[in-house]
């Protein structure tokens, strides 16, 4: 017998056998949409065609019972087809709309939200934390659970001024990419890594350790026998590259590492250019199960953004109008050092050199 | 069943809840059991349960899986190895439910049968399961149709938005482009080659649902040239109230065109005298906003194709960058020839120059944006910068001095003029 010739380097499946027959029919021919209710989009076809999406929310950090799940709900509705968004919803596809006060109760039975459409606050993006990441500094599912039940009014409305986009990243890497969403929380380290000399030798490269650090804070150990690097802890921004590259200089601390909160952030270019999201908080206690504080930080700058914000206005763009200033006065946030960027190239364009401020 | 008290927690409130579902699986499997232990572990410590991954993978890929065990083995034998594997998912995360299952078949014999829909970069991602069962997982995959996703220096698994499946604003096939640019790169998606991580998103529109601009080193968004299609009737009809802005996304019953569209136009090529809206297209910088407002009476035009970004990344390790216009317009069609070329090109420019874990955006801002330019032979052009440089310090090479000589000049419209 001869062993089956193993498969390699056969890529994805082509999305064509995947796409519902109304979409397949309907393909690149879409005139124009509406959203008859949150949570639930109407595609309209130059073929007349419709097509009705049900928005869900849900975890991201999910298990196959689940997927099965929305399976025989996709079986039962969706003519056996479903999608997911770029935001970690689930799409179902209805072509009969007398269909869906059916699928909403069962969606209702299973605790599915609908929603996340149009000026809400839909499913936050996010990282993996303490479920499976080697160098957060906060969970990340727990915060999301904890965030989206607190706003969870905001996810089946359209009651905001604008979107509101939140993410989610467990450390600096932003691997939630976070850089440029209206509400980022990203979890932060505070102290230099702790070197385990005995370690280091045997599991580090030396030069690509010193070259990870991007303020050039490590050095060679001096003492030539240890094998080893020192840390110019006046010069760490506590990054956790070198860690990445070295496991013998792990920089975590259970009670300084937390939560930072950046705000104002966006992708779209819908009247203004697409913007990275700036430090409104730069540090808020790690507080599981529940990050009570990092809750109420968030619902904080939501309402005030909902209460002041001009009609269309995302939430860097309420802040740009009014000024940071005045952000950080109706947010109640203390402004401190750590607003002041002194990061690189970045920093100097940030001062500012006009006479254009309020008190 | 580990006692997790704190993870209790997280079951009760409106949002689904992880835990329950997890709590699911780890009735019947000792590792999804585990693995909520060590969870309830960081809960407890504030501090992860997780090592630096090892060298583990499929034979003769070098992404695509990523290594991972626990610091507690001895308490928690299940996640001694609690490997992630990145399936490459298919373009705009469309499936049917029998594919889908077939998945769950594979990771419920292979796995924890705990997973996310989906990763950061687009892929399904299997969370967690030992080094023993990666081959076998691997061949069930394949056998079905599936491959890995990337990881590591390589290029990584591109993703799309719903683009023309499901969307009127899609100016280029965001979902053939992905499958096919997937394809063209294989093997260096599943043998890390690079400098560093090498990613592509493709947006149909400059709403930009993938975020490419910002998640993506090579970022391409969809754009129109030509002028926005009116309906005025339907214009009409927004400004009388029949039809609801941004169709039904928000909580307003009415449309103010004066204020809500031609007001906050952001070049003010827009004009309304209550009966007929005028935009002056030459002047439209294609924001959307208007578009977005009334999709029934303004649709983008029909000369179509995209604009090509560079360099986008997260703070590591210089500072956050999000992609820079490098290519203003260029058509969009099958096979994607001019994009795969350029893609190839700037690969080729950054593995020559990029030291090790540089990101293309970095290795710019280090050589000069002109160093790139000619190494792909893209010409300058306005497009390309917010504004020009406010200092002297600018180079002169011989080449500019012999096209001085020859006479070459530059037209904002048709570019240099030989």
Known sequence: ?359 | MHKTPLLDQLESGPWPSFVKDLKRVAARKPQTADLLGVLERSYKDKITHWKHGGIVGVLGYGSGIIGRYTDLPDEFPGVEHFHTIRVNHPSAWMYTTKALRELCDIWDEHGSSVLNMHGSTGDIIFLGTRTEELEPCFAKLTAKGWDLGGSGSAFRSPSCCVGPARCEWAMYDTLEACYELTQEFQFDLHRPSYPYKYKLKLSGCPNDCVAAVARADCSVIGVWKDDIRIDQSAVQAYAGGELKPRGGATKWDKLDIQKDVVELCPTQCMSWDGKTLKINNRECNHCMHCINLMPQALRPGTERGAAFLLGSHAPILEGAQMSWVIVPFFEMEKPFDYLKELMTNIAEWWSEHGKNRERVGELILRLGMRSLLEAIGVEPAPQQVRIPRANPFFFWHQSDFDAEAKGRRYDTRQGFVR
């Open chain 1, 1 to 359: 017998m001869t062993e089956p010739e193993r498969k390699t380097d056969i890529g994805p499946p082509h999305y064509g056998q995947f796409l519902h027959p109304v979409i397949k029919a309907n393909y690149g021919k879409w005139k124009y949409h509406e959203i008859i209710e949150p949570g639930v989009l109407m595609h309209v076809s130059e073929t007349g065609d419709k097509l009705y999406s049900v928005r869900v929310g849900s975890g991201r950090l999910v298990s196959t019972d689940f997927v099965r799940e929305a399976c025989d709900l996709a079986d039962k509705y969706s003519q056996g087809h479903f999608r997911f968004t770029s935001r970690h919803n689930m799409e179902f596809f209805l072509t009969d709309l007398s269909q869906l006060p059916a699928l909403k109760a069962d969606l209702a039975a299973k605790g599915w939200p609908i929603g996340g459409t149009g000026h809400s606050v839909t499913s936050i993006v996010h990282t993996q934390g303490w479920v499976h990441c080697h160098t957060p500094a906060i969970d990340a599912s727990g915060i999301v659970k904890a965030v989206m039940d607190d706003l969870f009014e905001y996810f089946g409305k359209h009651d905001l001024p604008a979107q509101v986009r939140i993410a989610l990243a467990c450390c600096l890497n932003m691997c939630g990419a976070v850089h440029c969403s209206d509400i980022a929380i990203c979890g932060v380290h505070r102290t230099p890594p702790k070197i385990l000399h005995d370690k280091l030798r045997h599991l580090c490269e030396i030069p690509t350790t010193i070259a990870s650090c991007p303020t050039g804070a490590i050095r060679p150990h001096p003492d030539k026998s240890l094998k080893s690097v020192i840390v110019n802890e006046e010069r760490c921004m506590y990054c956790g590259n070198c860690y990445t590259m070295c496991p013998a200089m792990p920089c975590f601390d259970a009670e300084k590492g937390g939560v930072a909160i950046l705000v104002g952030g966006k992708v779209s270019n819908s009247k203004t250019p697409p913007a990275f999201s700036r430090l409104a908080i730069p540090w808020i206690p790690n507080n599981p199960p529940r990050w009570p504080e990092t809750v109420a930080a968030i619902r904080k700058i939501l309402t005030k953004y909902a209460e002041g914000a001009n009609k269309w206005e995302r939430v860097g763009e309420w802040i740009e109008r009014i000024g940071w200033e005045r952000f950080f006065e109706v947010c109640d946030i203390p402004f401190t050092f750590q607003h002041i960027d002194d990061y690189k190239f970045q920093a100097y364009d940030t001062y500012r050199t006009s006479m254009h401020f309020k008190f």
